[in-house]
């Protein structure tokens, strides 16, 4: 039988799949079944104290399948048989519970009990993330899979689906609704339910009209979770067992691949922001999902990703990219050129909700981008949420950045080399700036390689610490006062 194989791929998705699949090699371990965890970030649930071993990872061993399965080469389809029986013996039957059908993160986790809470002791998403990729091997390896082991991952997946159904979840979850919509539709048709395929449309046309209001998601411009969403929306367009997915899917993918061509800088190797989620501010010095789907259209030598030979932050996604590289892309040609060379200076605005309205704005010119989010006060800020953010040329192959960090709801506006930024108690900036020094900042003067920016209209207390790798510039009103800051952003001669 001929099945898909590297060599049966185009040349950036064989490159990718092949690099990320030699990557994980590293970090299999025979005994267990599973990869260790590359590091960086350690589950939640797992302590670890200096000299112990690292902990394991069930969700991204299931990747890992994929590449192997993909290369198999020596004993790759026997360690690929080794590591599905191993995911399936962490997946969790307790029809009781909240949990049931999910996997655990690790096996080094403690038993789950009466009081086990969401995302602390466990997380839901691995159904989705999981069973979503078991789908995809049994789609495409089958016949290299005992029937044993199909019956096993088919019992997994009626687990799975029976959880996934009972959490009820809410279509406004983007990336997971994503890959739920299209686990019930193909779980039903594999397995004879008529009713998950029919809950699989019902979900997939809330999540397209959700979609339509503004075209987008209300998770936006995530480097991270944009390419989950690329990777269900690829199941949809080029999998799904019912041609609602298939034409809700294909439809969506085209307008989310055009949004992100007008945020992306293929100069500066990054999306501008503001971002709703994401994990780092350079994708290239941290493994961001979406940056190995524009590997797929960019080649791996302009692809926004780190090196992979070098540490790396949130290292565990690029185990990604082997899903990445079987399904592919589709990316519409107006929008190609921008993940190949950067396309001129331009303003970008985008809505995101109509009610509250929630609107991000980028400005993006030659070696410099501006991102910021307005909220209408509704959005509080968390850790992952990013409202205003710069990206310049800092050195010939260094980006410098800064992200705003707050608790109270802020209004921020971007515009032609101008942040505008309107809240109440205290606005901190974290700054990324090569050989900044605390000298070089000034309560309405920063001075920075490649770049100068000018704050304008701020009362507060200013104060500047040094943290790990950037600054932290803060200007400090009391929670009742209103604050508003403006940032004139003049780029200068890159160091060298």
């Not at 507060?460 to 952003?489: C, G, H, K, P, Q």
Request: glycine share 8%; proline share 6%.
């Amino acid at each position: 039988m001929n099945f898909r194989s590297l060599q049966s791929l185009d040349t950036t998705a064989r490159e990718l799949a092949e690099t990320a699949t030699a990557w994980m090699d590293s970090f299999w371990d025979a005994g267990m079944g599973l990869l260790y965890h590359p590091g960086y970030e350690m589950h939640p649930r797992v302590p670890r104290q200096a000299g112990q071993p690292r902990s394991h990872m069930v969700r991204d061993t299931a990747w890992y399948v994929v590449g192997l399965l993909l290369r198999r080469q020596g004993a790759d389809v026997i360690r690929a048989l080794h590591a599905i029986e191993a995911i399936l013996d962490y997946q969790l039957d307790e029809p009781d519970r909240p949990y049931h059908g999910t996997f655990l993160r690790a096996p080094e986790e403690t038993p789950l009990g009466q009081g086990a809470r969401e995302w602390r002791d466990y997380d839901p998403n691995w159904r989705e993330f999981i069973l979503t990729t078991l789908q995809i091997v049994l789609d495409e390896f089958e016949p290299l899979i005992p029937p044993a082991l199909v019956e096993r991952i088919d019992a997994a997946t009626r687990l799975g689906v029976a959880g996934a159904i009972a959490r009820g979840l809410p279509a406004s979850y983007t990336n997971i609704a994503l890959m739920n919509a299209y686990l019930l539709a193909h779980a039903g048709r594999r397995l004879g339910e008529a009713d998950w395929l029919a809950r699989g449309e019902a979900m997939a046309r809330e999540i397209h009209r959700l979609f339509m209001q503004n075209e987008a998601f209300a998770e936006y411009n995530s480097p991270t979770y944009y390419g989950v969403d690329l990777y269900a929306l690829a199941l949809w367009r080029g999998r799904a067992p019912s041609e609602v997915l298939r034409q809700l899917g294909a439809e969506m993918e085209r307008l989310v691949w055009t949004d992100i061509a007008r945020f992306y800088h293929a100069g500066l190797k990054n999306i501008c922001g503001p971002y709703d989620r994401s994990y780092g501010m350079d994708m290239t010095r941290y493994a961001a999902v979406v940056g190995e789907w524009i590997w797929l259209v960019s080649g791996t030598a302009a692809a926004p990703f780190p090196a992979t030979h070098l540490t790396f932050a949130h290292t565990s996604d690029f185990c990604y990219a082997p899903c990445a590289a079987i399904l592919g892309t589709q990316v519409p040609a107006e929008a190609l050129p921008h993940f190949l060379s950067f396309q001129g200076e331009r303003q970008v605005r985008h809505g995101i909700t109509s009610e509250p309205r929630r609107e991000a704005t980028a400005w993006l010119e030659e070696s410099l981008m501006i991102g910021a989010e307005f909220t209408s006060r509704a959005k509080a800020g968390y850790e992952q949420f990013h409202s205003a953010t710069a990206h310049w040329r800092a050195a010939p192959d260094e980006v410098g950045w800064l992200r705003l960090r707050h608790t109270q709801p802020v209004d921020a506006v971007a515009a032609r080399r101008c942040l505008t930024i309107q809240g109440k108690g205290a606005l901190a900036f974290e700054i990324y700036a090569p050989g900044a020094k605390e000298g070089d900042f000034a309560p309405d003067d920063w001075r920075m390689a490649g770049l100068r920016v000018k704050v304008r209209g701020s009362t507060a207390v200013f104060s500047i610490t040094r943290r790990l790798e950037w600054m932290e510039v803060r200007y400090d009103a009391s929670e009742e006062n209103e604050i508003e800051l403006t940032l004139e952003f003049e780029p200068q001669p890159a160091s060298k």
